[in-house]
């Protein structure tokens, strides 16, 4: 009786055993399918998007921040204004974390090119700095891109800082974003350098995307945000902001070709507008020079002068003439220089090759003036 019994408990425990390994079975089956079926999506969301990591931390600041400019300047660029704030903020903060000077025109360059400044696909940056919907780029062999910077996760874990000061590295907050793109900026251009610069800048984004065509339309991006962000506009009552120069303290050297008293530049861009000058010379257009650089107190008086009606001067302490980086030309050709002469016309066209720039909005208005960031 007891055999019969433990047999038949045996022949039940076996019979159960089969069963659940029976569902196992099943269950492996269901897991295996459920992975081919959705694996295109899930996994690759949950590998590529690494957890928040310990970062250098930024104490977020608008002090000394005109809100009412930035609102204006936001509005001109057509970027949100969050957007705007966090790269002046990045910018202000970034020297003393990455040792790189980056400007913020730049930082918004890379950020509209990646992300459309994070608005891709109808994503905002929320009140905690989060770009949601969270932004990913396409599955590639190295990870999913992440976030309003997209970098790949072997870069965020390079790069990945903390610029938000909440004490986590997310690449879908739009200020840590930016700070790791400084920071990614500024190993690729070797580090201690001014990212301002056009060639240091350009090395940086040539280490961040290797495609000279990605370079190049960043940096467009990039110098009109910062030919635009120099805008002139008046304001009645304002004699002067700022103190002399404006532009880098280099050292200023006599130029030729100028048909004005004490015609001086800074050392390092004189030669530039020379070489485009020459050129243009060479092309049979008798180009001078009118004007160049400018104390703060011939500024001052300049401007004085404009806000009682005549003339046309920027604010003592912001024109590049100050800093010796800015003429205003003309030609015995055309006894003026401007769109349509052939003199205006070949400066324009070349100059840029030579860092020499006329800011297309001012043109109307100003068109005899070239300088070193068009404004």
Same mark, same amino acid.
């Given at each position: 009786m /007891?055999? @019969? /019994? @433990? @047999?038949?408990? *045996? #022949? $039940?425990?076996?019979?159960?055993?089969? $069963?659940?390994?029976?569902? /196992? @079975?099943v269950v492996l089956v269901v897991l295996v399918v459920a992975t081919f079926m959705v694996g295109a999506v899930v996994p690759d969301m949950i590998e590529d998007d690494p957890p928040p990591k310990p970062g250098p931390t930024v104490t977020m600041s608008l002090d000394g921040l005109d809100i009412g400019q930035l609102t204006s300047l936001a509005a001109v660029f057509d970027v949100p204004l969050k957007a705007l704030l966090g790269a002046v903020t990045i910018a202000r903060a970034a020297p003393s974390i990455t040792g790189c000077a980056t400007p913020w025109w730049l930082l918004l360059g890379v950020a509209r090119a990646e992300s459309g400044g994070g608005t891709h696909d109808g994503a905002s940056i929320d009140d905690d700095w989060v770009v949601r919907p969270l932004i990913f780029g396409p599955p590639t062999p190295y990870g999913r891109a992440l976030g309003p910077a997209q970098f790949i996760p072997s870069s965020w874990d390079l790069f990945g800082l903390d610029g938000s000061g909440d004490g986590v590295a997310d690449p879908h907050n739009f200020l840590d974003a930016l700070l790791a793109m400084a920071k990614h900026l500024c190993s690729s251009a070797g580090g201690g350098v001014d990212l301002s610069q056009e060639t240091a800048a350009r090395a940086g984004l040539i280490g961040y995307n290797h495609d000279q065509g990605y370079v190049n339309t960043v940096w467009g991006y990039a110098v009109d945000y910062r030919v635009g962000s120099t805008r002139f506009q008046p304001v009645a009552g304002d004699t002067g902001v700022g103190a002399e120069p404006a532009g880098p303290a280099g050292t200023l050297v006599s130029i030729p070709l100028c048909d004005a008293s004490d015609c001086e530049l800074d050392a390092a861009w004189a030669p530039k507008l020379l070489g485009v000058l020459n050129l243009c010379r060479a092309q049979g257009f008798d180009i001078y020079i009118i004007s160049a650089n400018r104390t703060y107190a011939e500024q001052t008086a300049l401007y004085a002068r404009y806000l009682a009606g005549g003339g046309l001067a920027a604010r003592p302490g912001t024109s590049n003439h100050e800093g010796g980086q800015a003429v205003d030309l003309s030609?015995? *050709? %055309? %006894? *003026?220089? %401007?769109? %349509?002469? *052939? #003199?205006w016309e070949c400066v324009k066209d070349n100059g840029p090759r030579f860092g020499v720039y006329q800011d297309p909005s001012i043109t109307s208005r100003d068109s005899v003036h070239f300088s070193a960031t068009g404004n």
């Open positions: /007891v055999a @019969a /019994v @433990a @047999a038949a408990y *045996g #022949a $039940r425990k076996a019979a159960r055993k089969s $069963r659940k390994a029976r569902n /196992v @079975a030609w015995t *050709g %055309g %006894g *003026g220089i %401007g769109p %349509g002469d *052939g #003199a």
